[in-house]
């Protein structure tokens, strides 16, 4: 594995009715839901690791700490970052980020495991 400290992975998304916590269902307001922030903030973390990993494996949700700071209207454009936090065996931390043009939306950490697939989807089963 070639995941090294400092790796940076960034998504962009503009949000849509489909992103809101109403279409999401955690929450009655068209705005931005924390679903789906953790979702870009978990996007943003498996680029950040992208082609360091190797074949055969990927990573995989752990843990997830986020504070969701700001609403977000339909409309807004909203980058996710996450860049490697530490590489502790096959767990890997990230510091993770979103903001807008106003500013911070959410702040926090990432943990995601690395696992090789094939093994991974049989203990699925």
């Not at 903030?41 to 949700?61: Q, Y």
Request: hydrophobic share 45%; proline share 2%; net charge negative.
């Amino acid at each position: 594995m070639a995941v090294r400290v400092g790796q940076r992975g960034e998504i962009e998304l503009e949000v849509t009715e489909a992103d809101t916590a109403i279409a999401l269902r955690s929450g009655s307001l068209p705005v931005l839901a924390t679903p789906r922030v953790v979702a870009l903030v978990e996007e943003a973390s498996v680029v950040a690791v992208g082609d360091a990993l190797e074949d055969g494996h990927t990573t995989v949700g752990m843990k997830v700490q986020l504070d969701h700071l700001a609403p977000t209207a339909t409309g807004r454009t909203v980058v996710a970052e996450s860049t490697v936090e530490a590489v502790n065996g096959r767990r890997i931390s990230f510091q993770v980020s979103v903001s807008d043009d106003r500013g911070l939306v959410a702040v926090g950490r990432v943990t995601r495991v690395v696992v090789e697939i094939d093994r991974f989807l049989t203990k699925a089963g």
